[in-house]
């Protein structure tokens, strides 16, 4: 009994030990736009701006420094709505804006990209059961995506576009632009 006791307390403490890691390693909304009001408030500009996100679709490890996040965020500057990447660090418990351009945000993996080509297959027969018949939703399910790369975040809608390379089954390896939609769920096809 002692040692079932001691086996669930261990237990207990590694699964909030892992929660709290987790729930830390990802920014919410108020926490990226008070990084964001601290970054315009330290930099002194003689012209006030006023940043404000207004929606964050998701926040990933950066794949270009370890010890950063970076998080997909709708932001509106005045006249300048639209989609950017925001880089952060953790401070102890404040997170951080990171002063870098052109930050980039990791795409989805070829499995990632398998999974939402076959969903959206799945998604266009449930549909309309004629779709079916439609070669290129046939063809969906039988693609190997060999590769998936320079990802770029679209201002407008804040969809990723990648540069991918499949297999489709009886023509070959392919290359073709791609548009994802960062959802709840994961990566999905976005809408043409």
Request: with cysteine; aromatic share 4%.
């Amino acid at each position: 009994m002692r040692t079932i006791t001691s086996t669930l307390a261990l237990v207990t403490t590694t699964l909030l030990t892992l929660s709290s890691a987790h729930a830390a390693t990802t920014p919410t909304i108020e926490q990226i736009q008070s990084a964001v009001d601290a970054g315009v408030a330290k930099s002194a500009s003689p012209v006030p701006m006023a940043f404000r996100i207004t929606s964050l679709v998701g926040c990933r490890p950066s794949p270009e420094v370890k010890e950063e996040t970076v998080c997909l965020v709708g932001m509106s500057a005045g006249m300048r709505d639209g989609f950017t990447v925001l880089p952060l660090r953790q401070d102890g418990a404040t997170w951080v804006g990171v002063e870098r351009k052109n930050a980039e945000f990791p795409g989805p993996t070829t499995d990632e990209v398998k999974a939402a080509m076959t969903a959206l297959a799945a998604e266009k027969v449930a549909a309309d059961p004629a779709a079916a018949n439609d070669p290129q939703v046939k063809a969906l399910p039988g693609m190997v995506v060999k590769s998936v790369d320079q990802c770029k975040v679209e201002r407008k809608t804040g969809n990723l576009l990648c540069a991918a390379k499949v297999t489709v089954p009886g023509q070959g390896d392919v290359k073709a632009d791609m548009r994802f939609v960062l959802g709840s769920q994961g990566w999905h096809m976005a809408p043409r």
